[in-house]
């Protein structure tokens, strides 16, 4: 008998292949909804992640751009720039390059670093550097100010002066030497010497602060505390509106000329007028120069919006005297005029309405009380320092123009005024031989 056979159940079947398709779908949708829920997490971790770590790199760059303005500002000082820098004392610096400025060759720059590799001061725009040089030849060390010619803001690992080499006075008798100091520095430092610097000083300073338009007038050599100037407004990217009026004899002596030249076609507010004395045809109008003749307030004229600007005039006495005078005479006040001259005199800002001897007046009587020697002065003696020098009594001296410091003296009688506002700090009963002169009978500590 042939075996009987269970018939198929192909419903069972089914139904069990029915729940296992069902199982899988669930399975499956249980798996993508996972999937999804899990993209969508990282996704949402991504974005957050993102978004925390932009926010973060954010508070970085504030941080790094607020350190930069904290840097910044403790570079140039305080909103007055007048203030001067805490660190004290001589030091060493290296002469690491020598740099030529204008074809004539007279206008060398001096990079300097410290020999000890220690930081060094900052300072502000305009200020200088007194060094003390150990001149061969002469009776005593030479003491002498020279500005500061490069943007404060650069790094703070060198410093760098540029000076002039001055020639006889043009009046002076045959075999009259040139420039003591200037020529120990063209003729006789070179890359590797050392020389003795003090820390850098000076109120003739760019007021960081201001907004206000600003006129930068500058006659030969008194160009390079204006350099530092503009140079401090390209770097920091200023919006003042920006001018620079600057005169020399000719091209041979026209210093900078490439560097403000580049300022000048990157900073749209920015315009530079150059004045050529003496232009020889090998000087080009309208490329190197701009107007035959002397730094001129009537040019400004016509060019300014108005006398409302802040003015920084730096140059030979002469050129001083006439600028600044003119631009009183068109309205310009006094706190909105700083110079700073050299040469051996001073523009003629007085500190006090006191009025100075007329030079037929009665002589006053001068002793010098160390030297035990009393002379007469009158009012063509010039300074109290000239009036020392001509004497043959041993004076301090430096920048000659009332802002270093250095010929800084006690009076221990009497009385004196001032050619020029002194600008170095000044105890109550001391004077600036450099830019004093009497007013009665003096005894000096000298």
């Known amino acids: ?51 925390v770590k932009a926010r973060r790199d954010q508070r970085t760059k504030v941080m790094q751009f607020r350190e930069r303005a ?4 403790a570079r140039v000082g305080p909103t007055n720039g007048l203030e001067q820098p805490t660190a004290v004392g001589k030091r060493q610096f290296r002469i690491v390059k020598r740099e030529y400025e204008n074809l004539k060759g007279d206008i060398c720059s001096f990079y300097l670093t410290p020999t000890d590799g220690q930081p060094i001061p900052s300072y502000r725009p305009g200020q200088f550097l007194t060094f003390v040089l150990d001149v061969p030849g002469a009776a005593r060390t030479v003491t002498r100010c020279y500005s500061l010619s490069q943007s404060p803001t650069d790094p703070q690992n ?14 002076a008798v045959q075999g ?17 010497s050392v020389v003795e610097v003090l820390p850098p000083a000076g109120s ?17 050599v008194g160009l390079t505390p204006l350099i530092a100037m503009l140079n401090w407004l390209a770097a920091t990217n200023s919006q003042r509106e920006i001018w620079m009026f600057y005169g020399v004899r000719d091209r041979n002596e026209h210093a900078f000329g490439e560097l403000i030249r580049m300022i000048s076609e990157r900073m749209p507010n920015f315009r530079v007028v150059v004045f050529y004395e003496q232009p020889t045809p090998a000087c080009r109008k309208g490329l190197d120069y701009d107007v035959k003749g002397y730094v001129s307030v009537d040019v400004m004229k016509t060019l300014l919006r108005s006398q409302n600007y802040e003015f920084y005039v730096c140059g030979p006495p002469q050129m001083m005297t006439t600028v600044i005078s003119d631009l009183k005479n068109w309205g310009v006040a006094d706190v909105d005029i700083r110079s700073e001259s050299f040469g051996g005199a001073s523009a003629p800002v007085r500190s006090s309405a006191t009025v100075l001897p007329k030079a037929d007046a009665k002589p006053i009587q001068i002793k010098f009380a160390r030297s035990k020697m009393t002379v007469s002065w009158t009012g063509r003696m010039g300074s109290l320092l000239e ?5 043959g009594v041993d004076a301090k001296c430096a920048c000659r123009a009332g802002q ?11 009385a004196v005024d001032y050619v020029t506002t ?25």
């Open 1 to 51: 008998m042939a075996p009987v056979r269970a018939p198929k159940c192909k419903w069972s079947i089914k139904r069990d292949s029915n729940m296992n398709i069902e199982t899988m779908a669930e399975y499956v949708g249980l798996a993508l909804l996972t999937a999804a829920m899990l993209r969508g997490t990282v996704s949402a971790y991504a974005y957050v992640g993102s978004h």
């Open 176 to 192: 009259t030497p040139a420039g003591v100091s200037s020529s120990f520095f063209h003729d006789q430092l070179a890359e590797g």
């Open 404 to 414: 270093c410091g250095t010929c800084k003296i006690a009076i221990k009688r009497g």
């Open 387 to 391: 009036l020392a020098e001509a004497c």
């Open 204 to 220: 003739f300073c760019l007021d960081h602060a201001s907004t206000r338009p600003v006129v930068l007038v500058a006659g030969g």
């Open 422 to 446: 002194p600008q170095a700090p000044l105890e109550e009963g001391y004077c600036l031989p450099c830019v004093a002169r009497p007013i009665t009978d003096l005894v000096l500590d000298l």
């Open 158 to 171: 060198y410093y760098r002066v540029s000076v002039k080499k001055m020639a006889p006075p043009p009046n």
């Open 70 to 73: 904290g840097e910044l500002f």
